[in-house]
C-alpha cells in the first residue's frame, strides 16, 4: 500500500509539472530553466519559440509524436484534451 501511494504521488507530481505549451513533463527535460513554466523546446526563458502555433496545431504534434512512440490511444486522447488546458492555450 506504502509503495503504491508513492507511486501515486510520483505520477502525481509529473502530471502538474508538465510544460504549460506542449504537455511534456518537465522533469523530462535536460535543459529546463528553474522557475520557467514552459519546457526548453517551448521557450528560451524571454520568448515562445514557435509563437504563431496554435492549439490544434500543438495537438496535431502531440499526437504524431505520441503515435511514433506506439502510446496508447487513451493517453493520446488524454493528451489530446490536457493540452486544452494549460495556460497557453486557456481561455477563461
Ligand atoms: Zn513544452
Redesign the pocket.
Known sequence: MHLFLNGIKRHYRKEINR?Q??G?PLIYDKQYLSGNI??S??HDGISFIKNNITLGEMQRKIDHLLLSKNSNIIIRIYMYLRLATLKRWRRL
Open positions: 510544460c505549451s506542449c511534456m514552459y519546457c523546446y517551448c
